[in-house]
């Protein structure tokens, strides 16, 4: 059974089969990989003692605010000009994750891969806290047909937040689909079960598949691990 189109974006939403889909799921949890629509404010720097004056600079507007209009494009579809924000906002305001998180998300809806994947490194870089970036890294990553940084994006994602469902659902789709590796993705796909908190009945199949697959293998190893070694049949003198 082919998992490749139920990769998700968030961990509030159920797999689902479009970057379009995914854009508007995700979109609220870009910056941060919580519910928070703040673009992802850098720690300020520490003062120091004898700070000399600084030299004025033009004023960029209220980094939150062109955020929050940028996100209202994006949910919008009118990805032109939300593309457009995100990347005045990132030039403006270098240090914050928020805008290469969606520009990452943009990119990726319109097959860009590369760059998608560069920006959602970059968020990831700037913010190594945010599970949801690494998160959609796996997802891009495997999109690239580059398994393996996939698979440790996903587990990046799950180290700094080990509730996540969406990612534990997307590591078990990779280890099961794309890795050959379906005995490792049963736990992740029976953690995303437990976390989601629902029935998923995509999931449950694929759960059986795996499990009926474990038990053929168990019945076909077990006749030769006991059969009875046969008697000898030598000539008698």
């Given at each position: 059974?082919?998992?490749?189109?139920?990769?998700?974006?968030t961990?509030?939403?159920?797999?689902?089969?479009?970057?379009?889909?995914?854009?508007?799921?995700?979109?609220?949890?870009?910056?941060?990989g919580?519910?928070t629509?703040?673009?992802?404010?850098?720690?300020?720097?520490?003062?120091?003692?004898?700070?000399?004056?600084?030299?004025?600079?033009?004023?960029?507007?209220?980094?939150?605010?062109?955020?929050?209009?940028?996100?209202?494009?994006?949910?919008?579809?009118?990805?032109?000009?939300?593309?457009?924000?995100?990347?005045?906002?990132?030039?403006d305001?270098?240090?914050?994750?928020?805008?290469?998180?969606?520009?990452?998300?943009?990119?990726?809806?319109?097959?860009?891969?590369?760059?998608?994947?560069?920006?959602?490194s970059?968020?990831?870089?700037?913010?190594?806290?945010?599970?949801?970036?690494?998160?959609?890294?796996?997802?891009?990553?495997?999109?690239?047909?580059?398994?393996?940084?996939?698979?440790?994006?996903?587990?990046?994602?799950?180290?700094?937040?080990?509730?996540?469902?969406?990612?534990?659902?997307?590591?078990?789709?990779?280890?099961?689909?794309?890795?050959k590796?379906?005995?490792?993705?049963?736990?992740?796909?029976?953690?995303?079960?437990?976390?989601?908190?629902?029935?998923?009945?995509?999931?449950?199949?694929?759960?059986?598949?795996?499990?009926?697959?474990?038990?053929?293998?168990?019945?076909?190893?077990?006749?030769?691990?006991?059969?009875?070694?046969?008697?000898?049949?030598?000539a008698?003198?």
């Open positions: 059974m082919n998992r490749s189109s139920k990769l998700v974006g961990a509030a939403s159920r797999p689902i089969t479009t970057w379009t889909t995914l854009l508007l799921v995700a979109v609220l949890t870009a910056c941060g919580g519910k629509t703040k673009p992802d404010r850098p720690a300020p720097p520490s003062p120091t003692a004898n700070a000399e004056p600084t030299t004025p600079v033009p004023d960029k507007g209220d980094p939150e605010a062109r955020f929050k209009q940028a996100l209202e494009l994006m949910k919008g579809r009118k990805t032109a000009e939300a593309e457009s924000a995100f990347l005045k906002l990132a030039q305001f270098p240090d914050y994750a928020g805008p290469q998180m969606n520009l990452g998300i943009l990119y990726a809806k319109s097959n860009r891969r590369d760059v998608a994947i560069s920006a959602f970059r968020a990831a870089t700037m913010n190594p806290q945010n599970a949801s970036a690494f998160n959609w890294l796996g997802i891009a990553n495997r999109e690239a047909g580059n398994y393996p940084r996939a698979q440790q994006a996903y587990e990046k994602a799950l180290a700094v937040k080990p509730d996540y469902a969406a990612a534990h659902l997307n590591l078990g789709i990779l280890l099961d689909e794309y890795l590796q379906p005995a490792a993705a049963l736990p992740h796909y029976q953690e995303y079960l437990r976390l989601y908190g629902k029935e998923d009945l995509r999931v449950l199949a694929w759960m059986a598949e795996i499990q009926a697959s474990q038990k053929a293998a168990e019945a076909t190893a077990a006749p030769s691990a006991t059969a009875p070694v046969p008697a000898s049949t030598g008698r003198k």
